[in-house]
C-alpha cells in the first residue's frame, strides 16, 4: 500500500512542477472560470431590485 501511495505522491509533485509555466496557469484558470454559469438577465434585475430597495430602507 505505501509504495502506491508514493507512486501517486510523485505524480502528483511531477503534475505540478513542469506544468506551471504561465501559459499552463492562464488556461486553466479561463477553464476554471468558463465552467461558471453566468445569472440570467432577470436573476440580475431582481437583485438590482432587491439592493436599491434595501437601500431606501
Known amino acids: 500500500m505505501s509504495n502506491a501511495w508514493n507512486q501517486t505522491r510523485q505524480m502528483k509533485r511531477l503534475d ?3 506544468m506551471t509555466i504561465p501559459e499552463y496557469n492562464d488556461w486553466r484558470v479561463r477553464r476554471i472560470n468558463d465552467n461558471i454559469p453566468e445569472p440570467s438577465h432577470e436573476t440580475v434585475s ?6 436599491e430597495s434595501s437601500l431606501l430602507n
Open 16 to 18: 505540478m512542477g513542469p
Open 46 to 51: 431582481r437583485w438590482r431590485n432587491i439592493y
